[in-house]
């Protein structure tokens, strides 16, 4: 099993920076994929990025160049450095960790971007 705790959501401004951490516990050896989604209301929930153990990323392409998608291997943590922030990115995002075959979520955190 592993456990995800996200933080750093909240408000922020059109133009401006946010960062979601997620922190792994558990067994959060040989994981293989991490990641972030997110899900606007009415919307589906939809990839924004993903990093693997390789380090190779991907992003939607709603973020590239803004976000950066990155980890800390000692720390068993997952990062999303959210720059330019625009309205539409307003959702509740989502960490995401690929594990032997197996997937985890983590409860979710908001981000509200006003314009």
């Known amino acids: 099993q592993v456990q995800l705790v996200e933080s750093g959501g909240g408000l922020g401004q059109a133009g401006g920076s946010l960062r979601l951490s997620c922190a792994a516990s558990?067994?959060?050896?040989?994981?293989?994929?991490m990641g972030w989604y997110r899900q606007a209301p009415g919307k589906q929930r939809e990839l924004v990025a993903l990093?693997?153990?390789?380090?190779?990323?991907n992003y939607a392409d709603s973020v590239k160049g803004r976000f950066i998608i990155s980890r800390d291997n000692a720390k068993n943590t997952l990062y999303l450095q959210m720059n330019s922030l625009k309205p539409e990115d307003t959702a509740v995002y989502y960490c995401y960790v690929e594990r032997i075959g197996r997937a985890y979520w983590g409860q979710g955190t908001q981000v509200t971007v006003s314009s």
């Open positions: 558990g067994s959060a050896s040989s994981i293989n994929v």
């Open positions: 990093i693997r153990s390789s380090d190779r990323t």
